[in-house]
């Protein structure tokens, strides 16, 4: 993929920091931390040109586009969430090139609104893990894909998370009750380490499963921007906290406090997704 294309998304997500509802800003985020993995994958995707497929869960629509412009290929980016859709389709606009490659779709994982053995593959990035019932969209999209067509899935596993020094406790027990809460709804944030078994269950044949570390070392001022966003992605969530019991007030307070203090030492952390590729029989 040209280095210019790479270089001029990063730079249209990066201004869109500002504009976009305060409820997208942590996904916006870990668009951009997560460039470098999303493009890892999709030098290895070895789309035939001509090919069509989905990315599903689309999101900006960062993956949809490199993946059209690496590979030549036609994409719809599926999202459920309309403003999601409205966002991606609105980054796509000055990208003039991809107007006939790529279409923004509104559709559910669960029921894709696609008819059986339509496409050629399917990929799906860090959605999974928040679907109720991931086995059924793992279904789906068997029945979507044309046989010997594949499917392309990353997401994430808590157990892949390195980290010294360790997060404080106050800090983690605020972690713990988001992580919760994430569950509560359906998700699951271990889900990495079942999804090739449930595809090789589905009838998918397994042919790569990949870790993708991401390391770094942080040494963050107390005004540095990422612990204010790190603060706002649990805060959002803090009347959601409340209501199931997972959190009290003082324990967010206190969980704050120590928080603060922490991630301006000097720390290394290091997190692994899963690559996983399969292909329908
Ligand atoms: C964490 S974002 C990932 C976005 C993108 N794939 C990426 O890697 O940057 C998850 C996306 O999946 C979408 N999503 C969640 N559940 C979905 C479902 N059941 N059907 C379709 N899209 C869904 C959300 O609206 C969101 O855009």
Known sequence: MPNTFAEALDASLANFLDSVPIRYRWLLLQTLYTAASRRQGIAKLGIQPGSKGLDVGSGFGAMTMEIATAWSCQIDGVDHDPTMLEMARSLMGPMTWLQDKVRWIPGDILALPYPEQSQDFICTRFVLQHVPDPKRALQEMYRVLRPGGFVYIEDIDEGLVLQYPPAPPAWDRVLSAFSHLQQERGGDRQIGRKIPVWLAQTGFAVHTIEPQWMAEMTHLEHNDPAIQWEIERVA??????????????????????????????????????????????
């Open 236 to 281: 959002l969530e803090l009347d959601a906290l409340y209501a199931s019991h997972l959190l009290t007030p003082e324990e967010w307070q206190a969980g704050l406090e120590t928080f603060r203090d922490q991630v301006a030492t000097i720390a290394f952390q290091a997190n692994a997704s899963l690559q996983i590729r399969a292909h329908r029989a």
